[in-house]
T-cell receptor
Framework: ELKVEQNPLFLSMQEGKNYTIYCNYS?????LYWYRQDPGKSLESLFV?????AVKQEGRLMASLDTKARLSTLHITAAVHDLSATYFC????????????FGKGTHLIIQP | GAGVSQSPSNKVTEKGKDVELRCDPI?????LYWYRQSLGQGLEFLIY????????KSGLPSDRFSAERTGGSVSTLTIQRTQQEDSAVYLC???????????FGSGTQLSVL
């Protein structure tokens, strides 16, 4: 059974600081996704990582994938309040039809 | 449509009643997923449709849950004899193919009293 673990699950940080959210998973996969969810809203796709060593950047967010370590990171640079949200990683085993397996999410609060 | 549409946005029902939740995916998307999100939890996979193939029902939590997808487009998730533990947000997502980026609807908040 695929397990996806995110840490931290809760993070409070100040604007201007840098931080990294980690996503570990238990079974070999080369497809990993990051999503953002604002309170009361649905999920918004941020990044799709489809190979070992993949790195994607959008504004102050950068995601990377290390399939050998079964680890993905979401790095926040010079955080701003608008990035406050819950961030989910999700792993796709591929081949089958299990859908994505999601982590529990990282609740991020960025204080002015 | 412009995005994945779900209805109703909120549903309050009494324990033991049946409910139907509807999902209208993005036009042209062949893959459709149902997920359940309980308070403070991640997303739990329920069921997956790909084109006209038989759905993968491996995530359905009990035989009270069923789903269908008509004409490869609109999907309905049905929960029979609802229980309080069924209370959650039910999210539908669609994608162009099996490994495409998922686009989520805004969800149906189900409350079973």
């Amino acid at each position: 059974e695929l397990k996806v673990e995110q840490n931290p699950l809760f993070l409070s940080m100040q604007e201007g600081k840098n931080y990294t959210i980690y996503c570990n998973y238990s079974t070999t996969s080369d497809r990993l996704y990051w999503y953002r969810q604002d309170p009361g809203k649905s999920l918004e796709s941020l990044f799709v990582l489809l190979s070992n060593g993949a790195v994607k950047q959008e504004g102050r967010l950068m995601a990377s994938l290390d399939t050998k370590a079964r680890l993905s990171t979401l790095h926040i640079t010079a955080a701003v309040h608008d990035l406050s949200a819950t961030y989910f990683c999700a792993v796709d085993l591929g081949g089958g039809a299990d859908g994505l397996t999601f982590g529990k999410g990282t609740h991020l609060i960025i204080q002015p | 449509g412009a995005g994945v549409s779900q209805s109703p946005s909120n549903k309050v029902t009494e324990k033991g009643k049946d409910v139907e939740l509807r999902c209208d995916p993005i036009s042209g998307h062949t893959a459709l997923y149902w997920y359940r999100q309980s308070l403070g939890q991640g997303l739990e996979f329920l069921i997956y449709f790909q084109g006209n193939s038989a759905p993968d029902k491996s995530g359905l939590p009990s035989d009270r849950f069923s789903a269908e997808r008509t004409g490869g487009s609109v999907s309905t998730l049905t929960i029979q004899r609802t229980q309080q533990e069924d209370s959650a947000v039910y999210l539908c997502a669609s994608s162009r193919g099996r490994s495409g980026k998922l686009f989520f609807g805004s969800g149906t908040q189900l409350s079973v009293l």
